[in-house]
């Protein structure tokens, strides 16, 4: 028996009787782009009202007074983007801006002598998996982390399992939940000036960071049990097993430091694992076949603090 309960939310930084305008920017493809700066003016005049999307493409504008207004979009690399949007009693439909690639003329001196670029983003020995990817693909014990190990080389592995690096700093273990993860690349390249000696089999791990504009979060509750499960043929009965495992992420912008400036990110997990494994074995003193209790209860937390100083520095805990 397998249950599964989701629940999602997201909240203006600032509660107001006047109208909303959020929405998602997103380029070919339909990917997110992340810091496009967005604004909002009124066509009767005034201050535009400006911001940027966040890691997921989305943005909002709160407290926004009703009337005709132009949202125009920017983001380099793309043709701006602009649309038309009115605010008034009834609530504004989220908008979706689409932005198409900019044309680049180019010109180009080909020479015999000229050695080739080489591009990290082109290497074949590194792919990436988002965190959306990873949420959405069936793992073992819920651990994120199983579906990028199956792409690792086991040759050099080695019995002290991968090297896992989450934002730049390599760690023993990488017990995270897996609502905190933006993305796992699998980097098998032995080379690298990044690290202080060659390796391979590497899992790079970024984590995700707070927004501005807005408070979000998310819920996941997922229930198992054995009572729907076939007979397992090594043992004289069904072994129990039941999984209870529950996860929960916020994040948004800290008001006292600058709704601008500073954001957290909170995410936790519980497992609770009661699980048996079967025994079936010839012992000295016979034929063994036995349920074996593995039981797991474990909680990981994780939490995240950025804050901008000025336009060049971050502080980032």
């Given at each position: 028996?397998?249950?599964?309960?989701?629940?999602?939310?997201?909240?203006?930084?600032?509660?107001?009787?006047?109208?909303?305008?959020?929405?998602?920017?997103?380029?070919?493809?339909?990917?997110?782009?992340?810091?496009?700066?967005?604004?909002?003016?009124?066509?009767?005049?005034?201050?535009?009202?400006?911001?940027?999307?966040?890691?997921?493409?989305?943005?909002?504008?709160?407290?926004?007074?009703?009337?005709?207004?132009?949202?125009?979009?920017?983001?380099?690399?793309?043709?701006?983007?602009?649309?038309?949007?009115?605010?008034?009693?009834?609530?504004?439909?989220?908008?979706?801006?689409?932005?198409?690639?900019?044309?680049?003329?180019?010109?180009?001196?080909?020479?015999?002598?000229?050695?080739?670029?080489?591009?990290?983003?082109?290497?074949?020995?590194?792919?990436?998996?988002?965190?959306?990817?990873?949420?959405?693909?069936?793992?073992?014990?819920?651990?994120?982390?199983?579906?990028?190990?199956?792409?690792?080389?086991?040759?050099?592995?080695?019995?002290?399992?991968?090297?896992?690096?989450?934002?730049?700093?390599?760690?023993?273990?990488?017990?995270?939940?897996?609502?905190?993860?933006?993305?796992?690349?699998?980097?098998?390249?032995?080379?690298?000036?990044?690290?202080?000696?060659?390796?391979?089999?590497?899992?790079?791990?970024?984590?995700?960071?707070?927004?501005?504009?807005?408070?979000?979060?998310?819920?996941?509750?997922?229930?198992?049990?054995s009572d729907l499960y076939a007979r397992n043929a090594f043992a004289t009965s069904k072994p129990y097993e039941e999984r209870k495992l529950v996860e929960g992420q916020a994040d948004g912008p800290v008001p006292f430091l600058g709704s601008k400036s500073a954001t957290f990110f909170v995410s936790a997990r519980?497992?609770?694992?009661?699980?048996?494994?079967?025994?079936?074995?010839?012992?000295a003193t016979g034929h063994l076949i036995s349920n074996l209790g593995t039981p797991v209860d474990a909680t990981t937390l994780f939490g995240r603090f950025d804050m901008h100083i000025n336009k060049t520095h971050k502080v980032t805990l």
């Open positions: 028996m397998f249950f599964m309960f989701v629940l999602a939310f997201a909240l203006p930084v600032k509660g107001s009787k006047t109208g909303i305008v959020q929405g998602v920017v997103e380029g070919p493809g339909g990917t997110a782009l992340a810091t496009a700066e967005i604004s909002l003016t009124n066509k009767a005049g005034g201050e535009p009202l400006v911001t940027q999307s966040d890691e997921e493409g989305e943005f909002i504008f709160s407290s926004v007074p009703p009337g005709e207004y132009t949202l125009q979009t920017k983001l380099p690399g793309f043709q701006d983007g602009q649309l038309s949007v009115t605010v008034g009693s009834a609530a504004v439909p989220r908008v979706r801006v689409k932005l198409k690639v900019a044309e680049v003329s180019e010109k180009v001196t080909v020479s015999a002598s000229a050695a080739p670029v080489l591009l990290a983003e082109e290497n074949n020995n590194a792919f990436q998996l988002s965190g959306r990817v990873l949420m959405n693909m069936p793992s073992k014990d819920g651990d994120p982390l199983t579906i990028p190990s199956l792409f690792l080389d086991s040759s050099m592995v080695g019995a002290g399992g991968a090297k896992i690096i989450v934002d730049g700093v390599e760690v023993d273990n990488a017990d995270l939940p897996a609502s905190s993860i933006k993305d796992v690349v699998v980097n098998r390249n032995p080379f690298s000036a990044e690290f202080g000696r060659p390796g391979k089999g590497r899992l790079e791990i970024t984590t995700k960071k707070g927004v501005h504009g807005r408070y979000r979060g998310n819920a996941l509750v997922i229930y198992r049990t519980y497992r609770n694992f009661d699980d048996e494994t079967v025994v079936n074995a010839l012992t």
